[in-house]
């Protein structure tokens, strides 16, 4: 008999024919559910999982229902890859998935009216207070926070919103790279009008969550109690919105919440990693509004910002740490506040565990050794050859003229710094430092280096060029 597409059986493991049987649809479906539901949380089965249904098998091709599109996005989007290796495995070779909103899907349950809405939707605040979880970090406050010139901008108009709710900048956009304090700031604002005006509603969500909720909410049919709960905020911070992208049905929910609250003149503080422009996947009209307000970026610490960075958490956490130590790390993290922190927990971690006391040595093992492939790999990839060279181009001379007898200032000053970091990076002897050099004597090699660090500490646009080309060196090639 020759069958056309669709068919509504298949042969499982064709090439086999001990394992010959046969599977519908439904039989297929119920055995990657089965698989699937031993793999995920219960509650994550449950919501996205439970409510789908197979409706057709071709030779190619699974189709299954899910109650809505949000739910489609969902399952392509993040289990997508998953049921298809489930497929798989089921029935020994690769089918395509293919997911659609229909009405075969079981509708979704509405909940009686005694029910009580789910703790994952937050509940009405009446007359104010904090909405519950996730909740706002008082660590995270102004206090703590050290305003280099990378967060110069954004920390003012974070002053300034906090200072005048909805009058200054509405919305506040903060966007920058991970790591370098927009979670920090939009606590902070919220901290501070906790702290002036106890009464004031306050949510503070990541962008996960807004979508989790709405789930929840479709779930349950407490999408009209959602809105009202989200509508009635005084300061909404949302965070990471560019985990909006792609979810068209909460682009949508958001795009009305956004034009509820501001419409009733209530503030919207937002962050995201990159300019509402850049952001991919995002509906125009969500982007126009997100520029209506102020867009203020936040870049990578400069090293001096670093430095106080580490003095203040040093400070904060009463730690001792030197000033050599703290240059140290200052100078191997480079890439963003996070990574600073992360070094001195495992800077700390490792002195505790090899009982060792704080050190520049100490520090540069322990960073080396545990602070992930990059750091490490950039270190170790870095030779004395590399760095007269980066040293030479960066100085713009040529790199055999700082090995020559000649001692123009021209040529002084790269070859002083080059020494300066070759004992420095790599630990070389002095003797081996200048036998880099020419051969040049130990006692040469020590005041090149008392030299550059004297300059260093007097000249703040030679101290830059210096960092300048350390963070070059240090970075991963
Ligand atoms: P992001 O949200 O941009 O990824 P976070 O706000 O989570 O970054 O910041 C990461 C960590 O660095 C937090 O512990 C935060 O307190 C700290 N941090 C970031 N920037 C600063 C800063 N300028 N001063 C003090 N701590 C900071
Ligand atoms: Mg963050």
Redesign the pocket.
């Known amino acids: 008999m020759v069958r056309h597409p669709p068919y509504d059986t298949i042969m499982p493991f064709p090439d086999n024919p001990k394992e010959r049987m046969e599977f519908t649809a439904a039989d297929l479906w119920s055995k990657v559910l089965e698989a699937a539901s031993a793999r995920l949380p219960e509650q994550t089965f449950h919501t996205w999982l439970a409510g789908t249904v197979a409706t057709g098998l071709t030779d190619s091709e699974l189709m299954v229902e899910a109650p809505s599109d949000f739910h489609v996005e969902w399952l392509e989007d993040k289990y997508g890859a998953l049921l298809t290796d489930l497929l798989e495995q089921t029935i020994g070779r690769r089918l395509t998935l293919k997911v659609q909103c229909g009405d075969q899907a079981p509708p979704l349950e509405v909940p009686s009216l005694e029910v009580a809405p789910p703790d994952l939707v937050p509940s009405a605040p009446s007359g104010g207070g904090v909405m519950p979880s996730p909740s706002l970090n008082e ?2 406050s102004f206090d ?5 010139d ?2 110069e901008l954004a ?1 003012a108009a974070c002053h300034a919103v906090a200072g005048k709710l909805a009058r200054m900048y509405n919305p506040l956009f903060l966007y ?12 902070a604002i919220g901290n501070e009008i906790r702290a002036n005006t106890p009464s004031s509603r306050i949510a503070y969500l990541p962008t996960e969550q807004f979508t989790n909720d709405l789930v929840t909410a479709i779930q349950n049919g407490t999408t009209a109690e959602f809105r009202r709960t989200y509508r009635q905020i005084d300061l909404l911070l949302v ?2 919105v560019q985990f909006l992208q792609g979810k068209e049905r909460t682009q949508e929910e958001f795009f009305h919440t956004f034009n509820a609250l501001y419409d009733a003149k209530k503030q919207i503080v937002l ?1 995201s ?1 990159r300019p509402p422009k850049e952001l991919p996947g995002l509906e125009e009209r969500l982007i126009s509004r997100f520029e209506w307000g102020l867009v203020a970026d ?1 870049t990578q ?1 400069d090293y001096e ?1 670093r430095i106080a ?1 580490l003095r ?2 040093a400070a904060d956490d009463d730690l001792t740490l030197d000033n050599d130590v703290i240059d140290f790390i200052a100078r191997f993290c480079t890439s ?3 990574e ?2 992360g070094a001195v927990i495992k800077l700390l971690a490792y002195s505790s565990l090899t009982n060792q006391e704080i050190s520049v040595q100490l520090a540069r093992r322990a960073l080396q050794a545990t602070f992930g492939y990059e750091a490490h790999s950039a270190a170790r990839s870095l030779s004395a050859e590399r760095i007269r060279s980066v040293v030479a181009n960066h100085w713009n001379v040529r790199e055999e003229a700082l090995s020559s007898k000649r001692r123009t200032k021209d040529l002084t000053v790269p070859r002083q710094v080059a020494m300066y970091l070759i004992k420095d990076l790599l630990d070389y002897s002095l003797v081996q430092t200048g036998q880099l050099f020419g051969g040049r004597d130990h006692s040469t090699v020590i005041h090149s280096i008392r030299k550059v660090e004297e300059t260093m500490a007097n000249d703040a646009s030679f101290r830059r060029s210096v960092e300048a080309v350390r963070d070059e060196l240090m970075r991963p090639a």
């Open positions: 660590r995270y703590r926070f050290v305003v280099g990378n967060v920390t920058g790279g991970v790591g370098l304090g927009k979670t920090h700031l939009m606590h965070d990471d962050t990693d936040i610490p910002t960075i203040k958490k963003s506040v996070r600073l922190e």
